[in-house]
RNA sequence: GGGGGUGUAGCUCAGUGGUAGAGCUCCUGCCUUUUAAGCAGGCUGUCGAUGGUUCGAGCCCAUCCACCCUCACCA
């Protein structure tokens, strides 16, 4: 852990190793004296809490951050009164955590483990709820775990509500049904905290399905105030930086993300029923390609030599083609060192897929009803919501191609035009000068200003200008065009696919050109892997390769319009400035309670 | 990167230059079928950061940071 793998992410597992082992940390700390500072006056000072580990120096750590408290020389500062609020974090959130700490102290010492080992022959409670009346009229004792969500407390008896992966159920806890000391036990159980419940099942004057509560064990307990009760979590940067927060209060997070699987465990059943074979590629490479992008530079220090992190799959799995695995895929995890947007997260998921002995006609034909499945079992149906559209992917997707739909669109046919006949036909087009770099540079950009935004059923662009499609093979009757479809829906890119190229020649060619835009300072042009050249010049059978987004399908399929809201833990900046570590206020919590109880 | 917006208590939000507020959470008390339980009382803040204007700044100005929307580029 001592040197940063990736230099570009500084500071990304920060809170992670934070966590990782509290207890070793806190011996370690510089006490006041040593530090020459001072606890001020129920004060806190935020931007004086230092994090030991925050530089990638290399240098040993102890895997916990070491605390400095220290306060500005106000002056103001007294000597702390003689209560116990002496020397105390008084953030308002320091004080709840303090309150909770507080209980898990006082019930360790009556013999409570706040933090048991295991809590057997639970039920979901979807499952109590779905057999309830049969379990509820023969008084079958149930357990359940979850955690708490609301607490109603009147006098000896009290209602909770307690929620477990899918689904919430009341439970109904009284003094004469698990005795005095249980009864306590259960004043000290606060929102947040994880209970299991034994009991059997009933339903109240009110109507509502209940556990009555025959006997409770305290799971875990939580000392991070839950958010509010009714309104829940909704700061989008707070959902983000802590998912797990954010999963806990809104329920339909969780189901987006069980959706998520869901989609991805359809892909793979689908592609494991026609004898893909899914592999692993290295996501640690000597040489990046098969895209065009920016990558992430890495170091290995016994080989003494730079890495990358992959952009794409592509080189690795016509490799594979080589080998003659014929049908390959594989859930790549991708990195490109590019913006963070609505679109682009640095690290996304794609799913690449090659099919030997196929064109791209047939890759089009097993994408649709790839994707026809998928929204099938996902949705129950073949429709679904987007924005203010409604997708319908049970008709056969539109085959067009892009320079005919531009003809359609503007009556103006680029096929046969040269570079500068092309660029004299845009002319009336805003189009951004620098781009229009040669013929298909113009006919991409005019058509994506004229035709890209209207399609929102499913549609497959076909036959890319070559100059814009390096890995593809030339069309087989069209001059100047290849073998590539793109699918869009809803006016987005969903794929991207060709009939590969497997001419070694053609191939080395189309490197030495990307060479040199690599040299004139195209960051994103691929560098020649001639590794890659030996393996096709070993002969790669005619094959159709796919790629596509998979958190771009996710977002589709689940209506999302941001890809951090499809991405459990999409990357963010540093944090905001201000906030307080939970890790400084338990360690501040610790050394009061290691002070008081050496008083 | 350009343009627009936001940042106040753990959470959700008021607060247009004059002593920082509400609801929820939390704490104390009452309450044995409640349900955003109720009732009574109480604690809680370097108003994102830094600088400026002003007798006085949460509020006005500048710079910076983060987030959201939007435009251009990569999936």
Known sequence: MGVPFVHNSKGCSRQRRGCQSPGSGFGKRGNRQETGVEISKGRFERQDWHWGDRAHDGSPQNGFPRHTLMTKPTGKQQPPP?????????????????????????????????????????????????????????????????????KRKMGKAAFADVRDAAQRIQIYVKVDNVGKDAFDLFDAVDLGDILGCEGTLFVTRTGERTLKVTSFELLTKSLHPLPDKHSGLTDKETRSRRRYADLIVNPEVRDLFVMRTRIVKAIRDFLNARDFLEVETPILQPLYGGGMAVPFTTYHQRLDRDLYLRIADELYLKRLLVGGLEKVWEYCKDFRNEGIDRLHNPEFSMIELYWAYADYKDMAELFEELLRHIVLETHGSYKIAYGEHEIDFEPRFRWVSMIDSIKDKTGVDFMGLSFEEAKKAAGEYDLEAGKLINRGKVIEAVWEATVEPSLIQPTFIVDFPVEISPLAKKHREREGLTERFELFVAGQEMGNAFSELNDPVDQLERFLQQGKALQAGDKEAQPLDDDFITALSYGMPPSAGLGFGVDRLVMLLTNQHNIRDVLLFPQMKDMKEGSVPVSGILAQIVQDEKESDST
């Open 82 to 150: 003689d209560d116990d609020s002496s020397g105390k974090i008084q953030i308002p959130l320091a004080e709840l955590i303090r309150t909770r700490r507080k209980k898990v102290v006082e019930l360790t010492g009556r013999g409570v483990n706040c933090y048991p080992y295991r809590y057997e022959n639970t039920r979901p409670v979807s499952e109590l709820l779905s057999d309830f009346d049969d379990l509820a009229a023969s008084e079958t004792v149930v357990r359940l775990a979850g955690r708490v969500m609301l």
